[in-house]
């Protein structure tokens, strides 16, 4: 094999340097054959995570656009090795396996590895994850990599508004942070995520949980619709007849997928609880509980930040939808102690702007108003840019 280190400081820029590291050397050598497939590829290959561990200095030194680990052999040496290049690099690390393991998947998704792959595996799936990971050449990003962050909606009760506001904020966050931004609809058996943003859809989540078997980067791509704003979403169904209702087992699967491909996840879970088992409440995601100043919603409120999140503290951010001071029957002090903590967002009571963005099928975080200006500064916040920013940049780099 060609060793990447004649090939350095982008003087050929089609070349795409690879450390494949692995002890079964059968599923090495499967792999280096996927990879040399790939145009332009060279790989240097390392028998031992020890030898690729005293070497590291050295691999980040000649900037290895791509690091792909051996995920069987010795899980936690691969892990740690896969954990120390995404916290001290902007090389892309990937990893394979022989097993399709969800759970080992998910491990490694949350050091920052971006793509897992399961023997036998194909060469088209090899040379796309290559193909995105040439796009993301050493240098180019400013920062270190930061694995991806799951943003989960869920309402106190049914017609909070949690919809409206979890697909805007995904489309605001897709357009704040420049980054890819997945949004998933779990409004089932009927969601209007899609409606919301003026979009039709062919395909659905109904179709990654009823095939979930073959569930897997690609298949997920082809489910996707991409909105104006660079939004990627995973719609809900359109008819009754295509219900499926995930389990955690096939929502754990399609969350690590999903973080694997994208850097941000937003999830839509309306006022369902049934997933409380599953990653998507896992103590990394941050939980926008969404509420009304009423007696039923802050009551459903008091109960569910209680029961199910006594502990969290920032990472879950609690949401007064409808906000409107002059009209409500609590002050602010009632409402704090209602909920047992402060709430992190108000977004105001703006009927007319809110049903003019429906009826012209335009995102009301895209529009001029009180209710998108509150929704940009959540999805800043999140990505973590300074909440407010000028609007005439923001609405010209829309156009754009």
């Excluded at 949350?110 to 799936?125: A, I, M, N, Q, S």
């Excluded at 879950?316 to 002059?326: D, E, F, G, H, S």
């Excluded at 703006?350 to 335009?362: E, F, G, I, L, V």
């Excluded at 998108?372 to 300074?386: E, N, S, W, Y």
Aim: charged share 20%; aromatic share 6%.
């Amino acid at each position: 094999m060609a060793d990447v280190s004649k090939v350095q400081d982008g003087a050929e820029k089609n070349v795409l340097s690879i450390a494949l590291i692995g002890p079964h050397e059968q599923h090495r050598r499967a792999m280096a054959m996927a990879v040399a497939k790939h145009p332009g590829a060279i790989v240097h290959e390392f028998p031992s995570y020890s030898s690729a561990q005293e070497q590291l200095p050295r691999l980040l030194e000649d900037r290895y656009s791509v690091i792909i680990v051996d995920a069987d052999s010795n899980p936690d040496s691969a892990l740690d090795l896969a954990e120390t290049v995404c916290t001290t690099s902007h090389t892309s690390v990937m990893a394979y396996s022989s097993q399709a393991d969800v759970k080992l998947a998910i491990r490694f998704m949350r050091v920052g590895v971006r793509e897992f792959f399961t023997l036998p595996v194909e060469g088209t799936e090899v040379a796309e994850a290559l193909t995105r990971a040439s796009t993301r050449q050493p240098g180019q990003q400013q920062g270190e990599y930061v694995p991806s962050k799951v943003l989960v909606f869920l309402g106190t009760k049914g017609g909070c508004g949690v919809t409206a506001l979890a697909s805007n904020f995904a489309v605001a966050l897709a357009q704040e942070s420049e980054r890819s931004t997945l949004l998933i609809d779990l409004g089932l058996p009927l969601g209007d995520a899609a409606i919301n943003l003026g979009m039709v859809t062919e395909f659905s989540i109904a179709n990654a949980v009823r095939e979930a078997n073959r569930l897997d980067s690609n298949f997920l791509r082809t489910l996707l619709a991409t909105h104006a704003s660079g939004l990627s979403v995973l719609a809900a169904p359109s008819d009754f007849r295509a219900e499926a209702t995930p389990d955690n087992e096939s929502m754990n699967k399609l969350l690590a997928i999903a973080r694997l491909n994208f850097e941000y996840v937003v999830v839509d879970v309306g006022s369902r609880l049934d997933l409380l088992g599953s990653s998507l409440f896992d103590e990394s995601s941050i939980i926008y509980l969404v509420t009304q100043v009423g007696i039923s919603e802050l009551r459903n409120a008091n109960r569910m930040i209680s029961q199910f999140f006594p502990r969290r503290s920032d990472n879950l951010q609690i949401v007064l939808n409808r906000y409107k001071p002059a009209t409500m029957l609590f002050d602010d002090k009632h409402i704090e102690k209602a909920l047992t903590r402060q709430a992190q967002w108000k977004i105001p009571d703006d009927y007319q702007s809110a049903r003019r963005t429906q009826n012209s099928a335009t995102p009301m975080a895209l529009a001029d108003s009180p209710i998108a200006q509150a929704i940009r500064q959540m999805a800043r916040t999140a990505c973590g840019l300074p909440a407010d920013r000028e609007e005439k940049k923001r609405i010209f780099s829309f156009f754009r």
